[in-house]
Structure formats: structure tokens, C-alpha cells
């Protein structure tokens, strides 16, 4: 019961405020009863930290040494997610050409795991959004199409999606460092470990993967702007074109009678601030889907242009990322 009521109030949340006294009230409500400990104890590896700092020393000491449970976990994942951010940049540089086994590791751990509790909280529909695509493009492309003509133009796609939205979707999405939060952690390493992955691939891969578009040698490439622009678009197209059909019109009934969330969803309904709540509603609520879908599509036909340039001149790359 006391689980109901959490997933009720995670759920039903109009912001971030919100959700933080609906958690608060619920505990303070259900404080006395017996479940409570040990769901306490369960939930506060996902709930963030300020939730928990709110529930005066009084009441958690009603429902178990509420405190002690989560600076352990903090401590923990603190440590792993800092050795991460030491490791990661040393893997990069001492072994760039197998970089992507370090990502590829990573990848199956973080995912797995927000899959299986995005599915759990219903948010799960924010995975079929375009940085997990990437992400699971990324993985096909490293063990599964690793070479060959193929190979060599999903790898132009790879680097100019890693290197351009999902890199820039940084700030766009407000990620930060918070290394005792695996939600934010995650989030961190589907934005930027691809571009690193690409990058070391691009530079210094070996003869095993296929990083030219066109059949010559790695060291040699050469790419038009235009074909680095209109191949990934393309790809881009195809996923957004996909996603509407699944989405808005295969799932909508689904989606809207179970109150999933969604990215275009979270910023219409949940966020309500922020520039780009303000041009979704630009032309009124009726146009918000239409909006934000071109305005999607400027961002990311945008943001892929200095990708040329990162392609050709390693200096470039190294010193904008």
C-alpha cells in the first residue's frame, strides 16, 4: 500500500516542487506504518537526496535509520561514479583504439538498469526518444556492422548524432555531475560517451572498423559537406518518422490512458518554463506537437553542421569538446 501511494504520487506530479512534498507527505502520513522501513530503504536509492533532507531526524527515526541507509548508498555510488569520471578520460587517452569495450560495458550496465525502472515508475516511453536511438545504433554499429561500406556511412551518422544532439543535449536538458544519483549519471553518459567513443574510433580505431564513408583508407577519408549533412538527416528523419506513428498515433490511446510521460509531454505539461516551453506556445497550445517537431529538427540539423570540421581535423574536436 505504502508503494501505491509513492508510484501514485511520482506519477501524478505537475513539477519537480510537487513531487518532492507529495514523497514528503506520503512518508509523513505512512511514517508509522511497518512496510514503510523497509520500502524506505528501497526507495531512497532513487529518490533525490533533497527529499530526504527534508524529513526532519524525528520522523525518519520513526521508520528506521532512515539517514544512515542513504548516506551509505550516497558514499557508494559516490565513489563509483567519481572513479568513473578518473577512469574514463584515462581509458580515452591510454587506449583510445579500444575505448569502446570501457562504453560498451557501461552502456549495458546503465541501461539495463533504466530500462528496468523507467518501465517501473512508467516512464519508459522517454526511451524511445532520439538519444537512445543513437545509443543503440552505436551498439549495432560497434558489434554487429563493424566493417564494410555500410559501415563506413552509419559510421558518418554515428559521429555527426553523437558529436552534434546529443552532445549539445547537454544543456539543452540541464544534465549535471550529481554522482550519487545514478538517474543523473546515466543521463550523462548517453549525451557524451558516444561522442567519445566515435572520436577514438574516428582517430584511432584499427583495421577491424570501417570509419570512411567511402572505400579508402581510414587515414585518407574524404566527406562532403553535403553528404555529412543530408546522410544524417535522413537517418534522422526516419526515427522521427517512426516515433509519430508509434507514438502519436499507434500507442496514443495507451499513452494517454495511463498518463505516460513523454519528452514532448514533460515539457508541455510538467515543466511549464523555460525557452522552450515559451516557442512551443508561440502560435497557441493547438500548434504545440507541430512546433515542437520542426523546432526539434532546426536544432539538430543545426547543431550537426561543425560536425564536418570535427570529422576532419582532430585538434577541432579535441578542443570544442
Not at 499507434?250 to 522552450?276: D, F, P
Request: charged content about 20%.
Amino acid at each position: 500500500r505504502v508503494q501505491e501511494i509513492f508510484l501514485s504520487q511520482w506519477k501524478s506530479i505537475d513539477n519537480g516542487i510537487t513531487s518532492r512534498e507529495g514523497i514528503i507527505m506520503s512518508a509523513r502520513d505512512e511514517k508509522r506504518s511497518p512496510p514503510f522501513k523497509t520500502l524506505s530503504r528501497k526507495l531512497s536509492f532513487f529518490v533525490e537526496e533533497e527529499v530526504i533532507e527534508e524529513l526532519d531526524y524525528t520522523e525518519v527515526d520513526l521508520v528506521g535509520d532512515l539517514s544512515d541507509t542513504v548516506r551509505i548508498e550516497d558514499k557508494i555510488l559516490f565513489t563509483l561514479f567519481s572513479m568513473n569520471t578518473i577512469i574514463t578520460p584515462f581509458l580515452a587517452g591510454l587506449i583510445p583504439e579500444y575505448f569502446y569495450i570501457w562504453h560498451t560495458l557501461k552502456a549495458i550496465l546503465l541501461l539495463s538498469f533504466r530500462l528496468w525502472w523507467y518501465r517501473h515508475i512508467s516512464l519508459h516511453y522517454f526511451l524511445f526518444d532520439f538519444c537512445y536511438f543513437t545509443n543503440l545504433l552505436l551498439l549495432v554499429y560497434l558489434w554487429l556492422i563493424p566493417a564494410g561500406p555500410i559501415a563506413g556511412k552509419l559510421f558518418m551518422v554515428l559521429f555527426c548524432f553523437a558529436n552534434g544532439p546529443l552532445l549539445w543535449a547537454v544543456a539543452l536538458w540541464g544534465n549535471s555531475l550529481v554522482f550519487h544519483s545514478v538517474d543523473k549519471m546515466t543521463s550523462m553518459f548517453i549525451h557524451i560517451s558516444p561522442a567519445l567513443t566515435v572520436s577514438t574510433l574516428r582517430w584511432y580505431s584499427k583495421d577491424e572498423y570501417t570509419t570512411c564513408p567511402a572505400e579508402e583508407d581510414d587515414n585518407q577519408c574524404s566527406l562532403s559537406f553535403t553528404a555529412a549533412v543530408l546522410i544524417p538527416i535522413v537517418f534522422y528523419v526516419i526515427w522521427q518518422l517512426v516515433y509519430i506513428v508509434w507514438v502519436d498515433f499507434i500507442r496514443k490511446k495507451h499513452v494517454e490512458k495511463n498518463k505516460l510521460m513523454t519528452s514532448y509531454n514533460w515539457i508541455v505539461e510538467r515543466r511549464k518554463q523555460g525557452w522552450w516551453y515559451r516557442l512551443l506556445n508561440a502560435l497557441g497550445p493547438e500548434w504545440n506537437k507541430p512546433v515542437f517537431i520542426v523546432l526539434q529538427f532546426c536544432y539538430t540539423l543545426l547543431v550537426m553542421l561543425p560536425c564536418y570540421l570535427f570529422y576532419y581535423r582532430l585538434v577541432v574536436s579535441v578542443k570544442c569538446h
